[in-house]
């Protein structure tokens, strides 16, 4: 085997892992150093995804854009794959119907988005651009609500559908929803903090990255280093999850292709795009089965590691991130401006006027920090809504930040029917209708949900 540089395969993807490591680390100083950026709290990965593709479309920088898509593609997977393989905290009996409203609130807000979004390609189809794919307004529910990984996934898959440009359109949509996360949100923490209406306690010395034994080691865990690093067994786990995710996607796709071919072409592409939500669903069943080994003895150790999870987690979302932004094709966005704007601006806005008004109704003794570690992740994703979160509540004294991950969790429940909205809008301009027409019916049945839940039981 060749090992010198004239081995292309052997040494471009190295190279190019370099090239997003080394941005990571500048966009880090430029981030701590520059006092403008700081302020407006942008995530490092947003910053060096969007210092990557400027090189890049400039010419500076040579990327394999679908190398780029491919760890886009994985890293989401895989980072939800280790955030479902976590040990969840035990919820007690007055919080559940809470954890039910989280997930509600995150799932409606991505339907509100879609009728924007579709409300807006709709028209523009039916005025000034008659040639416009008109199911492409829930793009605006994948960049904004679910950020760049989905974004992609399923641009690539109205892609296959004649929607020319779209998985450009959707990274396009999800970077929009990054800077409308962080300079809106930055821009509105302020105004209220010169109103008075929050509580900063903000102390002088805040230690970065500080762990206690308790965080990162629970009882009855294996220990840090045995015969195996404790790391490798959590990577080990996150890898052969991901393995059965494959085969369970593969089966599942060769089922249909057995059943029937025409039902196999609409939907393949689609779980393949989902993958992650496949991957999550094999993980929570994978941490059950440990459990219940682990109840009955006949396994003596917890192996999961619930920091060490988390930590690849973020790893992997920050590639994601990085990736995505960097892949987005500039050209492609030809002639999609005028939707993209559209698109961006009535996202931001209704998001915001959204989830004030939810806020208020759901989370009325910690109103700000809910709303604002909301509006991060709907708009950005779960890593802006803690940063904005962090400046009201650095300590995270209130639920908002636990309500983040507890109704992620259940939004993947909440989330499925969205599976069969997105397949079923590319398929026809009969179907954008009924798409919309169930959208509409979904978010009714949230919004009773929300409303309801738990609301006799604490009168």
């Not at 997003?20 to 302020?39: C, E, F, S, T, Y």
């Not at 762990?211 to 990577?235: G, R």
């Not at 993980?283 to 682990?294: D, E, Q």
């Not at 109704?361 to 890593?383: D, Q």
Request: aromatic share 10%; proline share 3%; hydrophobic share 50%.
């Amino acid at each position: 085997m060749d090992f010198s540089n004239a081995n292309v395969a052997l040494w471009q993807p190295i190279v190019q892992i370099g090239i997003i490591a080394g941005l990571l680390l500048g966009a880090n100083i430029i981030r701590r150093k520059i006092g403008v950026i700081k302020k407006s709290l942008i995530p490092t990965a947003v910053l060096a995804g969007f210092i990557l593709l400027i090189v890049r479309t400039a010419g500076v920088i040579k990327m394999n854009t679908n190398f780029l898509e491919t760890l886009t593609y994985h890293a989401l997977a895989l980072g939800f794959i280790a955030l479902s393989l976590r040990v969840p905290e035990k919820v007690q009996e007055s919080g559940k119907g809470l954890v039910v409203k989280n997930g509600a609130l995150i799932v409606s807000t991505y339907l509100v988005q879609a009728i924007i979004g579709l409300g807006i390609s709709i028209g523009l189809a039916y005025t000034f651009m008659p040639d416009f794919f008109k199911a492409s307004g829930i793009l605006l529910a994948m960049g904004y609500g679910q950020g760049p990984g989905q974004a992609n996934n399923v641009g690539v898959t109205y892609e296959g559908f004649g929607f020319i440009g779209g998985q450009s359109f959707g990274l396009a949509i999800a970077a929009a929803g990054y800077l409308c996360a962080c300079l809106i949100g930055v821009v509105y923490l302020n105004i209220c903090n010169r109103k008075g209406k929050l509580n900063r306690n903000t102390p002088d010395t805040i230690i970065s990255g500080s762990v206690t034994v308790e965080e990162f080691q629970d009882e009855n865990e294996i220990p840090i280093a045995e015969s195996v690093d404790k790391l490798s067994v959590q990577a080990a786990l996150i890898v052969l999850v991901y393995l059965i995710t494959y085969l369970v996607t593969w089966g599942l796709c060769s089922l249909l292709d057995f059943i029937s071919p025409a039902l196999a072409g609409a939907v393949s592409s689609l779980l393949w795009g989902f993958n992650f939500i496949i991957g999550s669903l094999v993980a929570i069943f994978f941490r059950s089965v440990m459990s219940g080994l682990r109840k009955t003895n006949i396994m003596k150790r917890q192996y999961q590691n619930n920091y060490l999870l988390s930590r690849i987690s973020g790893l992997a979302f920050d590639v994601m991130i990085i990736c995505g932004i960097a892949s987005i094709e500039i050209n492609d966005l030809k002639g999609l401006w005028v939707p993209f704007i559209l698109m961006s601006v009535s996202g931001g806005v209704v998001t915001f006027a959204y989830l004030k008004f939810m806020c208020k109704k759901i989370y009325p003794k910690y109103e700000y920090e809910a709303f604002f570690s909301m509006f991060g992740m709907l708009t950005g994703t779960i890593s802006s809504g803690v940063l904005l979160l962090r400046e009201i509540d650095p300590h995270f004294k209130t639920p908002a930040s636990n309500n983040l991950i507890t109704g992620s969790s259940m939004g993947i429940i909440f989330g499925a029917p969205i599976l069969l909205m997105v397949s079923l809008a590319a398929k026809s301009t009969l179907m954008v209708f009924v798409t919309f027409g169930l959208v509409v019916l979904y978010l009714a049945i949230l919004l009773f949900i929300m409303f309801k839940v738990g609301n006799k039981k604490n009168k």
